[in-house]
């Protein structure tokens, strides 16, 4: 039903239309990525452009689950040497829980202070990567906003979404295939949250070669022992159950938008060779795969691992729609899945909420 509550969020897709539309005059420079000559805005602009993002995070009423972390904050007394010595006995991530002790060991023990450190340390990974190997980096934050990530992401499982952040960051270290510092990473997002064990296996995945007979008999597989695990682990507590199930169909039509469309163009990217985007296809389709295996299921942690995968995607797309088809074909599907996006952020946001 239609809520005026969330008609303050319109203002973040205005803001990057507005962006969008004169950002033809805003400075680049040629920056060498992966070996070849790309053009970048500097990062200052792209700092200026998640900014409102920011913003709205640490500023809008708490929505979701972000009374309860900011309640555990304010209530958390355990110091540093605390969390350490008694690292093991946590029940869910010990990481979290060290970033909060620091926190109170610095003197931030307020709700703004912990909000705007935790919107921080998401969004500095997501500026960087998207500035770094987005094709359109102005699109990519679209996309960002389009799809609500900001509203579903930095304010509802932070904790989670910060695990994906930590990964995230880890991207530029996978691409030039330094695994150790990569692995690091994942394991410091393994201890805020445990569901990151997943980006394991999907990083290990995503090296192999879209499209081809292994890389589809190994997403399979992939779907099959994801759909085992989730099942024999304690995410599908009774209360999780009552509370939702894992994904539906349209979310599963929404997230593979990327997917099909890298299908489509699969002959054009093959002839590239371009690691980025090889490693960012595979990505997607094991999006779509999470998304299959999450609507077999029950329970709200099952439908949130593909937002481990799902920011991938905000480098593929644009990526797709400019550097994949013909110039004619390209203009028309840009449109046409810009104005998707637009209606399906008006309808998500005021009437399904």
């Not at 093991?88 to 926190?103: H, R, V, Y």
Request: overall charge positive.
């Amino acid at each position: 039903m239609f809520d005026l509550r969330y008609t303050n969020d319109i203002v973040l897709l205005i803001w990057i239309g507005l962006v969008a539309f004169f950002c033809g005059n805003a400075k680049k420079k040629r920056v060498t990525i992966l070996g070849q000559e790309e053009e970048r805005y500097t990062l200052p602009f792209a700092i200026i452009v998640f900014f409102p993002i920011f913003w709205f995070v640490i500023t809008v009423i708490p929505r979701s689950d972000m009374w309860l972390y900011i309640s555990g904050f304010k209530s958390f007394n355990q110091s540093i040497f605390e969390v350490l010595e008694n690292w093991n006995s946590f029940d869910k991530g010990p990481g979290f829980l060290l970033i909060e002790s620091t926190m109170k060991a610095v003197g931030i023990t307020g709700e703004t202070g912990f909000r705007v450190v935790i919107a921080l340390l998401q969004s500095i990974p997501l500026v960087y990567v998207y500035w770094k190997y987005s094709e359109d980096y102005v699109y990519s934050i679209f996309l960002f906003i389009a799809t609500l990530s900001y509203d579903g992401w930095m304010m509802n499982g932070i904790r989670q979404f910060l695990a994906a952040c930590i990964v995230f960051a880890a991207f530029p270290f996978f691409l030039k295939r330094r695994y150790i510092p990569t692995l690091l990473f994942v394991l410091i997002a393994i201890s805020i949250h445990s569901s990151a064990i997943v980006m394991i296996p999907v990083l290990l995945l995503s090296q192999f070669k879209p499209w081809s007979k292994i890389t589809i008999i190994l997403f399979l597989g992939f779907g099959v022992v994801l759909f085992f695990y989730i099942y024999n682990s304690n995410w599908l507590s009774e209360e999780t159950l009552q509370k939702s199930t894992g994904s539906n169909p349209l979310g599963i039509l929404f997230r593979a938008v990327p997917a099909v469309i890298a299908f489509i163009g699969r002959k054009q990217i093959a002839a590239k060779q371009n690691r980025l985007l090889n490693i960012c296809v595979n990505i997607s389709v094991i999006t779509v795969v999470m998304n299959v295996v999450a609507s077999m299921t029950s329970g709200v942690m099952a439908g949130r691992l593909a937002g481990y995968t799902t920011i991938f995607s905000y480098i593929l797309l644009p990526y797709l729609l400019k550097k994949t088809f013909n110039e004619a074909i390209s203009k028309k599907l840009f449109v046409s899945v810009t104005i998707y996006y637009v209606l399906s952020f008006v309808i998500k946001l005021y009437f399904f909420r």
